[in-house]
């Protein structure tokens, strides 16, 4: 690689997210500020060929800048050329104009708007801020690489016709606006974990929900939420290299080796938690959901790590959550807690309740959970039927053998 | 840019007719609200629609023209009005949808409106 292309690669790398926030914030149009930098990119390949930049990343957005300038003089209505005009004069009266904004959180702000779907903000996150390329995008969400497109194309539209803002929102919208931001980003990363067999490529894209966390984190340093969703994402990560067996097969968190978690994630994790707790008085966002989860990731973790059981405190912080934000899953996972504390049957009965609540006979977690406290009891028919049954209803190859392995267990 | 706020409710909530209370309320809250509008700046336009039962259909289906009693859409949920309003991005736009009085559960979509048409 010569010189030039070198410098490309590194600044791309580190600036590619704040150059196209500062290009979209500026001309108010996403699709543009990409195809734009894109040319920025392009030029830069010939033009630093004799020498690079001092300030490569500024030299790009400049560039930029006139290429969107090219692009809007092209565009055909006739409002959007008196844009160009007036932006044209803008760029050259103005001096600083190269120097990069910062407009970065504005774009999480944008790409996780409430009313896009779920899997659009993901999508638009992944390939917009975290700079992944739709074939990468697609590989991870088991699609077509058109259908994520197309979806990119329709998410961005949208925005688009009802001019949604790429400024952050006012503090008093933030408790609506910042937990799509942070759903998104845990999609990403249950994504890349819950892919247990998905190798390099599933961890590459764990690093990138991780980098999209960590990234979000050092734009609000303030807030709790925030940094607790970086301790929990980091929790887990230390996990993973002590959750396969040597011939890749599932290990639960009880039954893992401690000494395979890894140090730098357990210690990124710790900063993070310490961080999370000296905010909370001061964030506009209050304690919530992640707060509480990464409490109960590291409590788990604390009470495998020193074989003293913490059942009470297990308890009482899934009660908690369930306050804070009621799900099937965490429900279910309250009600392990509980048979962890006071006996399989408490457990059972708690789990029977949360189906009264509403049919999770397609579910697989509930399934597991009811499993998983018969086989406490010694009741192996009714261990079996429920193994069986989420045995159907999971998606991947280990997670099935993992299943089909406790039933062989049950038999045996 | 502009946007219609449209106004989807159950009217049967409106079933006791206009000396009911529940009607003279909800028609108190939208004089409120469009004076709010109006205090703002935004306010462009905007109608209460009469009760569902009053609506015709015309539909046009394989070159046939029908005529039909009744909403378009046989929902529990009816177009009940609508404001059009002129705001500067679809937050400001949801800020607005959201004070939009409601007498029982409902729901307003927010939709941009197609600009005059550029060469």
């Not at chain 2, 108190?28 to 569902?52: S, V, Y």
Request: a negative charge; glycine letters at 6%.
């Amino acid at each position: 690689m010569d010189a030039a292309a070198q410098a490309i690669e590194a600044t791309w790398r580190t600036h590619r997210f704040a150059l196209v926030s500062a290009l979209a914030a500026r001309f108010r149009d996403l699709d543009l500020a990409e195809e734009a930098l894109a040319d920025a990119v392009a030029a830069a390949g010939e033009a630093w060929k004799d020498a690079v930049p001092e300030r490569p990343e500024a030299w790009l957005y400049r560039t930029a800048q006139r290429k969107c300038l090219d692009r809007l003089r092209r565009h055909a209505t006739a409002n959007r050329k008196a844009e160009a005009v007036s932006l044209d004069r803008e760029l050259h009266a103005d001096p600083g104009a190269d120097a990069l904004p910062e407009a970065r959180l504005g774009l999480f702000f944008h790409c996780a708007h409430p009313a896009l779907a779920p899997g659009a903000q993901t999508a638009l996150m992944l390939y917009h801020v975290a700079g992944l390329s739709t074939a990468r995008i697609a590989r991870a969400f088991l699609t077509h690489e058109a259908t994520i497109q197309q979806r990119l194309k329709r998410a961005r539209d949208k925005l688009k016709a009802n001019a949604v803002s790429f400024e952050p929102p006012r503090c008093e919208d933030w408790p609506a606006r910042l937990p799509p931001i942070l759903s998104a980003v845990e999609i990403v990363y249950d994504q890349s974990y819950g892919d247990i067999g998905g190798g390099v490529e599933a961890e590459a894209l764990g690093r990138d929900a991780l980098q999209l966390a960590w990234t979000l984190a050092s734009l609000l340093p303030q807030e709790a939420e925030v940094l607790a969703l970086n301790a929990m994402l980091q929790l887990c990560e230390s996990r993973r290299p002590a959750r396969t067996r040597a011939d890749g097969r599932l290990i639960p968190l009880s039954r893992q080796d401690p000494h395979h978690w890894d140090r730098k994630s357990l210690a990124r994790a710790a900063k993070f938690m310490s961080a999370a707790a000296d905010t909370l008085a001061t964030s506009v966002l209050p304690a919530g959901a992640y707060t509480i989860r990464a409490r109960i990731h590291a409590t788990h973790g604390a009470s495998i790590a020193s074989g003293r059981p913490m059942h009470a405190e297990l308890v009482d912080l899934h009660d908690a959550l369930m306050a804070v934000a009621p799900s099937p899953v965490m429900a279910i996972n309250r009600a392990l807690a509980l048979a962890d504390r006071d006996g399989p049957r408490a457990g059972i009965a708690a789990l029977e309740a949360v189906e009264a609540d509403r049919d999770l006979s397609g579910f697989a977690p509930w399934h597991l959970a009811r499993a998983e406290l018969h086989q406490r009891l010694g009741e192996h028919g009714p261990a079996r039927l429920h193994l069986t049954a989420a045995r159907q209803l999971v998606p991947g190859t280990l997670e099935r053998a993992f299943i089909g392995e406790k039933i062989a267990l049950l038999e045996g | 840019m502009q946007f219609m706020l449209a106004i989807y409710e159950d009217d049967a909530v409106y079933d006791h007719g206009t000396d009911d209370t529940a009607w003279q309320d909800i028609i108190e809250a939208h004089r409120k609200l469009g004076e709010e509008m109006a205090k703002a700046g935004i306010i462009r336009g905007g109608e209460g629609l009469q009760r569902a039962v009053t609506a015709t259909t015309v539909r046009s289906r394989g070159g046939q023209q029908t005529i039909h009693d009744g909403a378009y859409a046989e929902t529990k949920e009816q177009l009940g009005g609508f404001y059009v309003i002129e705001v500067d991005s679809l937050d400001e736009a949801i800020g607005w949808a959201k004070k939009i009085p409601l007498a029982g559960e409902g729901a307003v979509e927010i939709r941009p409106i197609l600009g005059p048409m550029e060469d």
